[in-house]
């Protein structure tokens, strides 16, 4: 038997041989193919593409488990949101490209997926060299000085100790910080910040600029010194993109504007083409009375929610010829894909759904019955005996800022009560279970509340004697809650506290007269 298995594990190897010699010959063929398209990029001359780039913020896990249970709000503000529709542009070496658009036009959006800080929902992202940013204060470190936050940038950036020090006095010069430069970044101004960045970036010499509002802020000489700068920069065959509500600015240092209006390219083209449409538009817009603006923009807010994959198909097929209709709809229908898969409950939070679920059920049950949730009876002093660390008790319902909040100790029936300030996420059952209480407890001292109908911020009144149970003993009823808070869900999810938009145009958008 012995040698049969000898040749059979012999011609196996055989077998997974070739199987690995093909798997590399198909690598070195994948290899040999982006290789290509790179150096076709680099002919071509083409620093950016964007085809189709669309991205969705969708909501969080946590309110996707609200929604599904029917906890807290779901409102208009809280769907899926499309910041980014169907956007198209290519951009050269040695352009500098001005990116315009009312506030929550999706600009930030676009340059954080240039600068690859974002994905992108559906579409592609072409991107040629190194990229870096400059926005006021953001990727400074505010506990470092000024010289060590030039290191730390240098060192990312892959300059050696020598190197770093080689640039420092040209960059501390550039940067005009004087003695600033060994003093922590949080005690710069705004304007310092900006320099001190702008310094650092234009001096690491990238092959993409992008520069976020960042000289706004400067002074008008800082200003002018850092324009020459970026023509040098773009006379090296650099790219420029310019983020700015000037109108000034961007029609003295860019050549080419991408003008997005509510997640969409509005125009792209000449500065001096699109600069004066755009500002037309604002001049418009300021001509609306303040209704008149708010609804304009409900209005476009709301076909940012009803967006869909298939209205970005539909606009493909309207758009473009035909053979690249079909590319950009297998483009879409791959991206999709991925983000379906990105965007699907995770089995974590399934579980814990499905653990809430439970949690609350028992306890309807269980208060119904003046139970606690284990089925002991509730007796004065009676110590719990379900648990969990106290720092799992969610913060919604036992931090300390909670208390500190909520406490103002009055009678009630005869009862010592605290009022307690209903934290986003929280429900009676889970309430009542941290603090020890049914949710019967809750109800005799607060007969007009309608359980199903509590919202953040609004006082309940507590039993006092049960106010520091959860401190002071270990409880774990209220795990399924405190884990979906704690989970360390995907990015790129609605910020519920997100103000909407103040979209009213910036006053320095109307046209200065230059
Ligand atoms: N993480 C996020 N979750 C949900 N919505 C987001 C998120 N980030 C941005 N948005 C929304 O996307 C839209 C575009 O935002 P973005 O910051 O790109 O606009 P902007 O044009 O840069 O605005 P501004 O001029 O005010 O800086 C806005 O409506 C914003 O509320």
Request: proline share 3%; hydrophobic share 35%; aromatic share 6%.
């Amino acid at each position: 038997m012995s040698p049969v298995i000898k040749q059979d594990s012999g011609l196996k190897n055989l077998e997974l041989k070739n199987l690995e010699l093909k798997n590399l010959e198909l690598k070195d063929l994948e290899l040999k193919d982006s290789e290509l398209k790179d150096s076709e990029l680099k002919d071509s001359g083409l620093k950016v593409r964007g085809r189709l780039i669309s991205k969705k913020f969708e909501l969080s896990q946590n309110e996707k488990l609200k929604e599904l249970l029917g906890i807290g709000q779901t409102n208009q503000e809280m769907k899926d949101f499309w910041a980014l529709r169907n956007v198209n542009f290519e951009v050269y070496d040695g352009e500098a490209i001005g990116v315009v658009g009312l506030n929550g036009s999706g600009k930030s959006t676009l340059l954080n997926m240039i600068d690859r800080s974002l994905s992108i929902t559906a579409g592609e992202l072409e991107i040629n060299g190194e990229v870096s940013r400059i926005a006021i204060g953001a990727g400074l470190k505010a506990d470092l000085t000024g010289r060590d936050n030039i290191r730390l940038k240098c060192t990312m950036m892959g300059m050696s100790k020598k190197q770093i020090e080689d640039k420092m006095s040209e960059i501390v010069q550039f940067s005009e910080l004087g003695p600033f430069i060994d003093r922590q970044v949080k005690d710069y101004s705004s304007g310092m910040r900006s320099k001190l960045a702008f310094s650092i970036a234009i001096n690491q010499d990238p092959d993409i600029l992008i520069i976020d509002e960042a000289l706004s802020v400067g002074d008008s000489t800082f200003s002018a010194k850092s324009a020459k700068k970026m023509f040098e920069f773009r006379e090296k065959g650099k790219t420029i993109f310019v983020v700015s509500h000037n109108s000034a600015q961007i029609q003295k240092w860019t050549d080419k504007v991408i003008w997005l209006h509510y997640g969409e390219v509005k125009e792209y083209g000449a500065t001096k083409d699109v600069l004066p449409k755009y500002q037309a538009f604002i001049n418009w817009f300021n001509s609306l009375s303040r209704e008149q603006q708010e609804q304009y923009k409900l209005d476009r807010r709301k076909e940012q929610q009803d967006y869909s994959v298939a209205a970005l198909k539909q606009e493909v097929l309207d758009n473009a010829s035909e053979s690249v209709s079909q590319s950009s709809l297998t483009l879409i229908d791959e991206t999709i894909k991925k983000s379906k898969k990105r965007s699907k409950l995770t089995w974590t939070s399934k579980g814990l759904m499905l653990l809430c679920v439970l949690v609350m059920f028992f306890s309807g049950i269980a208060s119904a019955k003046g139970q606690s949730i284990l089925g002991l009876k509730k007796t004065a002093g009676m110590k719990q005996t379900t648990t969990v660390k106290p720092s799992k008790v969610p913060k919604s319902s036992t931090s300390k800022s909670s208390h500190k909040s909520s406490t103002s100790a009055n009678q009630k029936n005869g009862v010592e009560t605290f009022d307690y300030i209903v934290k986003e996420g929280d429900i009676i059952s889970n309430i009542a279970l941290v603090y020890g209480l049914t949710n019967d407890d809750i109800m005799k001292l607060n007969p007009n509340l309608n359980p199903s109908l509590i919202t953040p911020g609004m006082v309940i009144k507590l039993q006092k004697a049960a106010k520091n149970k959860p401190s002071s003993t270990d409880t774990t009823t209220d795990a399924s809650v405190s884990s979906v808070e704690e989970d360390n869900f995907e990015d790129e999810t609605i910020d519920t506290t997100t103000d909407t938009p103040n979209n009213l145009p910036d006053s320095r958008t109307i046209p200065e007269s230059e």
